[in-house]
């Protein structure tokens, strides 16, 4: 008998450690949002939220803190790589989804994985010593001579890194459409592209807009490939050839001299602020509707 | 009837080269990180530490920033795992009502995509307030934090996929929730729990953004936590924003160490889930 209580017990302090430490992660995660609210609240206290999120008047040493050249940067480079991925991923998934057998699915996970699992640096090497010089000859081609330090080039850059990323979670979606759907379409005599059109997408299309706003997402965060090739100046583009500042690349690369400035810092955390929030509400949108779908 | 033909045709050969395009960026990265770290690749790189003078071109190596990598990311993959695992099993149907697990499972999806440099951000606002400066510690304690919901979210996808049947036998026959974790869940999630763990350790060695200003960059190794740490990122990323030519060169070849360890952590991690697949009941 005691033995079976000695189990019992022992059961429930597992138990209750476990649920313990899932409630705990939950409760750091809160406080990871709280303590970037509280850094950030003097900014928000002091200056009015136009003064902050709208203006692109950016100058620390006169006590001007406008982050819209950022954000903007930020929303270019994202939506140029979105332009360049999102078409190509998606038709490769469809590729592997409807034309593909399940050996050669298996056999191209490890290139697609690895090619998501590379470190974000080495694309910026790859940017360096490819991109850079390319966007520079095209821009002469264009007849404008510009280093190809550029918003251009951190798109270009920023779509080969989201390309895996798309791919591998559109075709999630796609795998996860019953096969009766597409067959009853081919029973009919359509071709696979009239399947596809009036059968597949039809019945994929949100699960593949997430896929694509969770690329987009991804692509707004991303750090320190970008800042090697975006050029990090703080003015707002006028052109697809023009440098600019993304938010990342801007927390990364003043964080060093925070004290020297006063408020500084905290308008350094106010812009790690807007990011995240900027980032979870497209993530949270997209994992909703996939979470919906039933894909996990 | 051609027509209709001739565009599924059409499109057959775009879906072909779009993947074909994406098979040749991949190839592109390694054939360019190769070939151009290669060259540049000296023993003396891998095992030595930056002598002075080293960023103006002079000898030494990485081996700081190697190992650096090393000391961070296992410490953090310890770190994750110990609070991942019992999180991932608490998201179970055993221990939590669906509705809170799929709640929680959001909001994990959510964090695993905010971005490292907003985590780089936090952990440093914490370390400042505790009175750390840019340690092993304090980069251990950021990369955890980037680790820990893919390394749950994860986990807790292996977990589920273990069949009704095999969770309820054990339960039937009278085990205790634990007992029931620790002789089925764990065992028939065993090699997928591996490729979680494993898949963070490669996020975590090539993550730069969290330790930019948590870890801090130094030429030695560190002597104890609280001692400043290279990481082989960040000495890529130094290093190429030199002028000279020598320090670029080792730029590549630091790359390509750094490529070098992801690409067999991912085939290692292939190769572990095959192995020990061939022990689990389907």
């Known amino acids: ?296 | 009837m051609r027509n209709r033909k001739m565009k599924d045709a059409l499109f057959y050969w775009t879906m072909l080269g779009s993947l074909a395009f994406i098979l040749a960026v991949f190839s592109v990265i390694l054939i360019v990180v190769f070939s151009k770290g290669f060259p540049a690749l000296r023993w003396s790189l891998i095992f030595q530490l930056p002598k002075s003078g080293y960023y103006l071109g002079q000898d030494g190596g990485v081996a700081n920033a190697i190992l650096g990598t090393l000391y961070l990311s296992s410490g953090a993959v310890l770190v994750s795992i110990i609070l991942a695992l019992p999180a991932a099993i608490a998201l179970q149907k055993d221990y939590t009502s669906p509705r809170f697990a799929q709640f929680t499972r959001l909001i994990l999806d959510v964090l695993w995509g905010t971005p490292s440099i907003v985590y780089g951000a936090i952990g440093f606002a914490i370390m400042v307030y505790l009175g750390i400066r840019a340690s092993l510690l304090g980069g251990i304690f950021a990369l955890s934090l980037v680790m820990l919901p893919l390394m749950i979210r994860s986990m807790d996808e292996v977990i589920r996929i273990v069949p009704e049947e095999l969770r309820e036998t054990p339960l039937a026959l009278g085990s205790t929730r634990f007992e029931m974790v620790r002789a089925v869940l764990l065992k028939q999630a065993f090699p997928g729990i591996l490729t979680a763990v494993l898949l963070a350790l490669g996020r975590g060695i090539g993550d730069a953004a969290s330790v930019l200003f948590t870890a801090g960059f130094t030429d030695n190794l560190p002597g104890s936590l609280m001692d400043p740490v290279a990481s082989l990122p960040l000495a890529v990323f130094f290093q190429i924003g030199s002028p000279l030519k020598e320090v670029q060169q080792r730029a590549y070849a630091s790359a390509m160490i750094l490529l070098f360890l992801i690409l067999v952590i991912n085939i290692v991690s292939r190769i572990l889930e095959k192995r020990f697949t061939r022990h689990t009941i389907r």
């Not at chain 1, 359509?190 to 997408?201: D, K």
């Open chain 1, 1 to 296: 008998m005691s033995v079976l209580l000695f189990r019992r017990f022992k059961d429930q302090i597992v138990t209750m450690s476990l649920r313990g430490i899932l409630v705990g992660v939950l409760i750091l995660s809160a406080g990871l949002l709280g303590i970037l609210l509280l850094k950030s609240a003097p900014m928000i206290s002091d200056f009015p939220l136009s003064k902050l999120i709208f203006s692109a008047a950016w100058n620390p040493w006169k006590g001007q803190f406008g982050l819209s050249a950022f954000i903007v940067a930020s929303l270019g480079v994202a939506i140029i790589a979105l332009i360049f991925a999102s078409p190509v991923s998606l038709l490769a998934a469809l590729y592997l989804s409807e034309c593909a057998n399940r050996r050669l699915r298996n056999a191209l996970r490890l290139p697609i994985d690895i090619l998501a699992g590379v470190p974000s640096v080495v694309f910026g090497l790859v940017g360096v010593i490819v991109i850079i010089p390319s966007v520079s000859i095209l821009s002469r081609l264009c007849g404008r001579d510009t280093t190809g330090y550029s918003i251009l080039s951190g798109g270009i850059l920023l779509a080969i890194m989201i390309m895996p990323y798309i791919l591998s979670l559109s075709l999630e979606v796609l795998l996860s459409l019953p096969a009766e759907a597409r067959e009853a379409a081919i029973a009919l005599g359509a071709t696979r592209w009239e399947t596809v059109r009036h059968v597949v997408l039809k019945r994929s299309v949100v699960g593949l807009v997430a896929a694509v706003v969770l690329g987009f997402a991804r692509a707004f965060g991303e750090t320190i490939a970008v800042m090697m090739v975006v050029g990090n100046v703080a003015k707002i583009p006028h052109s697809a050839f023009d440098p600019a500042y993304p938010l990342p690349a801007l927390i990364a690369n003043n964080f060093g001299e925070l004290m020297s400035i006063p408020r500084f810092d905290s308008a350094l955390f106010l812009a790690a602020l807007v990011l995240m929030i900027i980032v979870g509400i497209f993530s949270l949108a997209a994992q909703a509707v996939l979470h919906h779908i039933g894909r996990i």
